[in-house]
């Protein structure tokens, strides 16, 4: 059976993400023609060559993990996580 987005998978019933979107070493320099879907719990971006965060990130009112290691991000680029309440892991 095909997952409906390639990295996007339901969380296991002992698993504290309800979704999540892995999409790591994908080589991304941005998310341009990528869904994002709202209901996201988790999204892995790690080992990617991003170099600004996108926009639709912010409104992801569920997101409680975010990772962005290895990636081409600067200080200035990840402010505006410090006004993201929400984010209780980001590595």
Known sequence: MEEAHPGLH???ADDSCGECLDLTSC???DLDGIEI???LVE???TANRLSE???RIGELSLLKKLCLRQNLLTDESVE???R???ISGLH
């Open 10 to 12: 339901e969380g296991a």
């Open 27 to 29: 080589q991304l320099h």
């Open 37 to 39: 879907p709202r209901s």
């Open 43 to 45: 999204l892995e971006l």
């Open 53 to 55: 965060l996108d926009p």
């Open 80 to 82: 505006p996580l410090s």
């Open 84 to 86: 993201w309440a929400a």
